[in-house]
Structure formats: C-alpha cells, structure tokens
C-alpha cells in the first residue's frame, strides 16, 4: 500500500481549509495589477508595463480599492504613493505570486554558457571597487552573454530598492530587514588606516595618540561629520578632527596622496591603493566593529535559479579573497 508522505498529507488537508466563495472575487491578473502599481507608482506607467491601455489598468485600481476597502495609493508629492495597506499588500503579495510562478511555469534550468541575463546589483562604492573586478572576470569566462548593471545603494535605502524591483540583490554591510528580505553572510570585514608615506611610517604603526592627533577623512552617506569611529573615541573620552567627508570610497586614494590625511577604510581596499597610489597603511589603534557584510534580496527571488547561480559565484570570490582572515590574503 502506498502512503501518502507527511508533507503531501498536510497540503490536502490545507486544501480542505479553503474556501472557495472567497475567491470568487478575486482576479489573478488584478493582483498582478497590483503589484506593478504599487511598484510603479503611477497608473500611466503601470498600463505601460502590462501593455495595458491607461482606463484598464485605472478600472482595475478601483476594483483593487473596492475589493480591499482601501484607496492603496494615493495622490501625494511627485506622483502617487502607497498606503499603509498598500504597502503591506505588496510586502505579502511578492513572494506569494512567485511561488505561484515557479509552481504552474516549467523554468528551464540555469545556463551560464547561454544565457544573455541582465543583472542589477546594488553596491556602496567600496563593494563596488573590491569585487566587481573579480566578478565580472568570472562571468567573462563563465556567462560570456550575461550582463551587470551596477546601481548606488546604502543601508538607508536598500529594503525600499529591493521592495521596488529595483535591484535583483544588494551586497553590503546592511541592518537587519523586514521579514522578506533574505540575507547571506559573506564576509566579516575588518578596517585598516591608511595615508601617504610619512603620515604613517613606513613600518605601518600607529599610535592611538597618534591617530586621534591626525586630520582625518570620513566615508559617509549622510553628511555626518560622527561615526562608528567616533563612538569608539567617546568611549575613551577621546575625540578625532574630520576635515571632510564624502559618500565615496573611490575618491579617498588621490586625495590622500595629496593631503597629510589619514582614513579609516575597509580592509579589503588597502592592498589596490597601497599598490596603485602608494599608500601606505596601519592597524586601526582602538576596537572597531568589523563590518558584517552580506547578499541581500527580495523573498520573491528565492526560487530564481539565474540569481542562485551569481550568489554562488560571488560567495566563492570572496571565499578565494579571504575577506575573513585578519592579515587578508591581498597583502
């Protein structure tokens, strides 16, 4: 006699649970609508994405109102934003019409060798500098036809990103996100010093007095003139000078060897610019956090073997860069 495994038992019996009746309102291609409306944030837009006429998808947001008894978005600064409701719809309703897909679609496998996909990555510029290169070597030789499109983000704007369909996944030192937003640790990134030859000597060591006496460059996405370096300090009733900041890390090289500066970097940077601009560089001389660096992505996505196949790929660069070793294996 055949038995029905656990599993398939417990979806029969969720099956006996549904009600029909409370369907029967209910159309697909409405919530579909929905999603690319919510996204789009303009009816105009939203028609154009489904190849839709402009009436059609305005009667189908009133009847997306009516059925959820609420407006879903409304009229505001610069075009039409989401509700409260909206946006929780949209939360909910992503990873569930995926799934949905990946059941009643029979998606072929991955191919790199074939595949023309086009990728977009969001990466704070230093993620950028450290494992594009790598990246996109690999794919040279992996997926010749496949295509990276690189879009600035930070940890202030990545969940809404990803939310949006803006990016297919994000790589960085984010915080933790809502419940859809799936993270792979990678890395471990400790910091470093570096400066021009003479502001650090050539030994690469640095006293803590020495540190705090020195003019400093800062990285930030704000224009916050404190940081996690800063806080540090307090602890030790101590206090640094920060003569200029900037949302970029790929500026500080030339700038540094220009200005008796010194910045507080990922660690992963220093080998390129002691290599390429002749810096040198030392041990931060106080406790800093390391940065918990990782891939994150919408939990709609989980199931997409394409973006299975690159969180791979990236996950062996970095294992190869040996991100997590103190030293770092780039010198």
């Known amino acids: 006699m055949i038995q029905s495994k656990p599993s398939s038992r417990k979806s029969i019996e969720m099956i006996g649970t549904i009600r029909e009746r409370d369907f029967r309102g209910v159309d697909l291609n409405l919530l579909v609508t929905l999603l690319v409306l919510l996204r789009e944030r303009s009816v105009s837009k939203a028609a154009a994405c489904l190849h839709l006429g402009q009436p059609a998808v305005s009667g189908a947001l009133a009847r997306l109102r009516e059925l959820f008894h609420d407006e879903l978005l409304v009229r505001g600064k610069g075009g039409m934003q989401p509700t409260h409701r909206g946006l929780e719809l949209q939360a909910a309703l992503a990873p569930a019409l995926a799934e949905l897909q990946a059941v009643v679609s029979d998606a072929p496998a991955f191919e790199p060798a074939r595949s023309d996909r086009s990728f977009v990555l969001g990466l704070p510029d230093w993620i950028d500098t450290w494992l594009l290169p790598g990246l996109l070597a690999r794919l040279a030789a992996d997926a010749p036809l496949a295509r990276i499109a690189v879009v600035a983000t930070d940890r202030f704007r990545v969940a809404d990103m990803l939310l949006q369909e803006q990016l297919d996944l994000a790589i960085g030192a984010f915080p933790a996100g809502p ?61 640094r000078r920060v003569v200029c900041t900037s949302p970029r890390f790929s500026s500080l090289p030339r700038v540094l060897q220009q200005v008796p500066a010194i910045a507080t970097v990922p660690q992963v940077l220093a080998a390129g610019w002691q290599r390429d601009f002749g810096l040198v560089r030392a041990a931060v001389p106080l406790q800093l956090p390391a940065s918990p660096v990782a891939i994150v992505h919408h939990a709609s996505r989980d199931k997409d073997p394409a973006l299975r196949w690159l969180c791979g790929v990236i996950e062996a660069l970095v294992a190869e860069d040996g991100a997590n070793d103190p030293g770092g294996r780039r010198g």
Do not use: N
Request: contains cysteine.
């Open 179 to 239: 419940a859809w937003q799936r993270s792979r640790p990678l890395a471990t990134v400790p910091y470093c010093c570096v400066a021009r030859p003479g502001v650090i000597g050539a030994r690469g060591r640095l006293t803590l007095k020495q540190f705090v006496a020195l003019p400093h460059l800062m990285v930030t996405y704000r224009g916050a003139f404190h940081g996690t370096v800063d806080e540090a300090l307090d602890a030790l009733g101590l206090a």
